[in-house]
């Protein structure tokens, strides 16, 4: 049976008032006495527009060490975290409900890849759940990474499980109502469940024991808050991974996770290196050739000779994966035949079409003839096109009678990325493609963001300028 976009979701004992969220982004925050304006800037505007659960992007659980990218949060200080109630309120007082997404990089930290950050901070070392394997081994021989790493201990391990629950006693102080854990895309928790990475014979050794210690923490911390986590799949791994997580691994890592307690999961198909297999679409061409930014690519990247070598290796990469989307459905559709729990999908989602087709409140000819008539999701979640459209939900959500919201309705992100690479030069999130600022535009001075606005609407896909991009 199949649910609409505008039902009610529990997740736990939390109660969504619609089924459609904003998956975690970079927010570029940080922890200065501007934070908090930053991320209520960032995050207020989806759930003003309706959107029922907003995720606050990858969050750092400790003091020093661990940041992915520039700019990250973190929730390691009583005091900040307690000023972090003026973003849960804001959520709030749109009717909306907020998780907190907390991570540690690990071995995908910016003291493994960011030059200048290597530079300021030459004491810091990664923290690995094994000795790196031999593929990045010889990246850091050829001096394109620069690995220090220091593979934890038994009682380490046990103590950073501790710092997540402590990180989310904390948050649901500030009022969060649930914790999101980042366990995938190469962070910490995903290193710890692969066999790419995860090659320890203590505990830990098994994919599943990382993900169950921070639960437990989490429990005897923050109480029954509700606990979501991205479970990973490493389908787009190359061939010289051998060492990897399928698909049915995938599958049976969320049934171990839902079983043992975990409140809803996000099945994700994700690389085992950081890389395109998280976003997908075009090549950022015009972010790479931004002048503006190029000191800040030489700077994070070495020089600006690395910084052209890495732009290549995003072309290559570009080519490669293509922008199936939403390329996590059948994953999705997978795991939630054998869990009891919400499976949320989030990967390239574009059009109100498709989110139906996911809850499972429609059905068109391609998926009956696949039969894939059973819903992939309980709920459907998007990142990048917030950038570009921050109040998006109210051009997606009908709950008030809205004649404009049809199958057809779809965002005006054009997925190429532009908006993403300048983050790792701490630049903010930010839709940087002029055809579809131009068109947000448009729809703005049409009202189409304005939830309380019952009158017709701007029409349901946004044409695109002929003197747009030229890299889409």
């Known amino acids: 049976m199949g649910a609409h976009l505008e039902d009610s979701l529990d997740i736990g004992s939390v109660t969504v008032p619609n089924r459609l969220y904003r998956a975690p982004l970079l927010e570029c925050a940080g922890n200065g006495p501007d934070a908090v304006d930053t991320l209520v800037a960032d ?4 759930a003003a527009s309706g959107v029922g659960l907003v995720f606050q992007g990858a969050t750092i659980v400790r003091e020093s060490g661990g940041c992915a990218a520039p700019g990250m949060t973190r929730v390691h200080d009583d005091d900040f975290v307690s000023r ?46 094994s000795r790196p394997p031999w593929q990045l081994r010889a990246l850091d021989r050829v001096g394109f990474l620069d690995y220090d790493p220091h593979v934890m201990t038994t009682a380490e391990v046990d103590e950073l499980a501790a710092d997540f629950g402590r990180a989310a ?22 290193q710890f469940a692969t066999p790419f990475y995860n090659r320890r014979d203590d505990r830990y050794g098994d994919r599943s024991a990382f993900f169950e210690r921070v639960l437990d923490e989490i429990r005897d911390r ?22 990897h997580l399928d698909l049915e691994d995938g599958v049976d890592l969320a049934v171990r996770l839902a079983e043992y307690g975990y409140d809803a999961v ?37 020089s600006r000779w690395r910084a052209l070598g890495v732009r290549a290796l995003n072309r290559l990469q570009a080519r490669r994966m293509d922008f199936d989307a939403p390329w996590n459905a059948a994953f999705c559709r997978r795991v939630r035949d054998r869990v009891d729990v919400p499976v949320l999908c989030e990967g390239g989602v574009r059009e109100r079409a498709e989110m139906d087709r996911l809850l499972g409140a429609a059905v068109d000819d391609a998926a009956s003839a696949r039969g894939d008539r059973a819903p992939a999701a309980d709920a459907v979640g998007l990142a990048r096109p917030f950038y570009a459209e921050p109040r998006l939900g109210a051009r997606l959500l009908d709950d008030h009678g809205r004649d404009h919201v049809t199958p057809a309705t779809r965002v005006v992100c054009e997925s190429c990325n532009n908006c993403t690479v300048p983050q790792a030069t701490g630049a903010p999130g930010i839709c940087r493609t002029p055809s579809v600022l131009r068109e947000r535009g448009r729809l703005e001075q049409r009202g189409a963001y304005d939830p309380d606005d019952e009158s017709p609407k701007p029409p349901e896909t946004g044409k695109r300028d002929a003197d747009g991009p030229t890299d889409q």
């Open 43 to 46: 995050l207020e505007p989806a």
């Open 84 to 129: 972090l109630s003026r973003l849960t309120d804001a959520i709030h007082d749109h009717g909306g409900k907020i998780f907190v997404q907390l991570e540690h990089g690990g071995l995908r930290s910016m003291e493994t890849w960011h030059a200048g950050y290597r530079r300021d901070h030459p004491d810091q070392t990664q923290l690995a759940v």
């Open 169 to 190: 006693r904390r948050c649901v102080g500030a009022g969060y109502d649930g914790i999101h854990l980042a366990g995938a895309n190469m962070g910490l928790l995903h």
């Open 222 to 243: 923050a109480g029954s808050v509700p606990v979501v986590t991205k479970v990973p799949a490493e389908t787009p791994a190359p061939r010289i991974v051998r060492r």
């Open 266 to 302: 996000v099945p994700v198909q994700t690389n085992v290196f950081w890389d395109m297999s998280i976003v997908r679409g075009a090549y950022p061409k015009r972010a790479w050739t931004d002048e503006s930014l190029q000191d800040a690519y030489a700077e994070a990247f070495g």
